[in-house]
Nanobody, 120 residues
């Protein structure tokens, strides 16, 4: 059973920065076979993709965060990061880590979420 534990959320002023981390356990030696992603869900809204990264480093970002957020991963540490700069109030949400195996027959996994609040 894969478990994902997020950290790094908190309260930050507009224009500030935060770095989220998500560490996986239970993947054995197969962490690199997972597409790792960050999603977010604001109150009253659907969960949406923020960014994702495959093992080779290819990334994909939501238009709303391009140029401000950077996703990266360290396969040796089984950890994925989300560096968030120039934060805006509309970035306020619960941020979830997702592990989606390259083999579609595998289930995907979610972390418990970490709250990010951007407010003055």
């Amino acid at each position: 059973q894969v478990q994902l534990v997020e950290s790094g959320g908190g309260l930050v002023q507009p224009g500030g920065s935060l770095r989220l981390s998500c560490t996986a356990s239970g993947t054995g030696s197969g962490f690199s076979l997972y597409i790792m992603g960050w999603y977010r869900q604001a109150p009253g809204k659907q969960r949406e993709l923020v960014a994702k990264i495959i093992s080779g480093g290819s990334t994909n970002y939501a238009d709303s965060v391009k140029g401000r957020f950077t996703i990266s991963r360290d396969n040796a540490k089984k950890t994925v990061y989300l560096q968030m700069n120039s934060l805006k109030p509309e970035d306020t949400a619960v941020y979830y880590c997702n592990a989606d195996h390259l083999d579609p027959s595998y289930q995907d996994y979610w972390g418990q979420g970490t709250q990010v609040t951007v407010s003055s």
